[in-house]
């Protein structure tokens, strides 16, 4: 087995719970010093067997120098499972597609969304039973295997015979007292709150013949995470709900917060070593709490945890 140090078990541990992951992302989790991430990465990535590799999405002219995106690859799984001594059927990783450009920000808030839950389970002794993410599957399309299940989206949602829909993310956590919470999650860029809306209407659908919450096994009724990148466009999206007749008594189901805007002097270094001296502003997460900062249609503020 490949000598490896601390630092590098849990870079290959992160990206087995997220998939995906920025350097940023990375240096921000406050676990290890950045030269130590660095160090890691490159010693992981060198050689002829890579255990971890990127997509390089390269300069756009809107952003500059774009993030890589890092990955664990097959060998890279394979050395996790040895080192945790686990089968590897039950690690992480890509197996098929690499993402797109266009899809990058919207995978990588859900990704922060992730940390920022997972960050608070464990600075609050709490449990995260399971993320997951629109962008993970099971099945497969195999046309030899008529038997074997088709591939679809791990979030898929049944809502009647022939309906059903993909949020962003389901996740569940159990508190410290042993409460337990389901929640569906929606990211949310643009302003237009009529489609945004119509969207919503699945998940209204969805809580009260309560298909999550039976698909889950969950005795309580799912709650909803609305994320807007645009204060503009959440308060009109609430000004929709609160409107809307179909909506009512539902209030508590619903919980809306921004995104929070951070100014980066310069991006980290790239897993190669390389700097990239370019000033952009990115919206995060990871820079506010996660239980707190919500509200509901009405405006009124809540807590996610009691």
Known sequence: MKKI????????????????????????????????????????????????????????????RIDRLLYLTKHGAELLAEVLQLPINEISYPKGTVPRYKDLTHRMQTVDLHIMARTYCQAYNAE??????????QGGNNSKRP???????????????????????????RTANGKQYLFTAEIYRNHNTKRTHNQLD???????????????????SVQV?????????????????????????TEQYFLFRTFDPVTVASQPKDPDGTTKHTKI??????????SKGWQTYTGKKMVLFR
């Open 5 to 64: 140090k601390e630092s590098e078990v849990s870079i290959l541990e992160w990206l087995h719970d997220y998939r995906f992951l920025t350097v940023r992302q990375m240096v921000k989790m406050g676990v290890y010093a950045q030269h130590t991430i660095y160090k890691g990465l490159q010693n992981l990535h060198r050689g002829g067997r890579k255990y971890i590799d990127w997509v390089d999405f390269g300069t756009r002219p809107e952003r500059g």
């Open 128 to 137: 995260i039973e399971f993320f997951n993410a629109y962008f993970e599957h």
């Open 147 to 173: 038997d074997y299940p088709k591939r679809k989206a791990l979030n898929t949602v049944p809502i009647s015979k022939d309906k059903a829909f993909i949020p962003d993310c389901i996740f569940k956590i």
């Open 202 to 220: 699945n998940h209204l659908e969805a809580i009260g013949n309560k298909s999550i919450s039976k698909l889950y096994n969950f005795p309580h």
């Open 225 to 249: 995470l609305i994320l807007c990148e645009k204060a503009g466009a959440m308060k009109a999206l609430q000004k929709r709900l609160a409107s809307d007749p179909a909506y009512k008594h």
């Open 281 to 290: 502003k990115i919206k995060t997460l990871l820079d506010g709490g996660f």
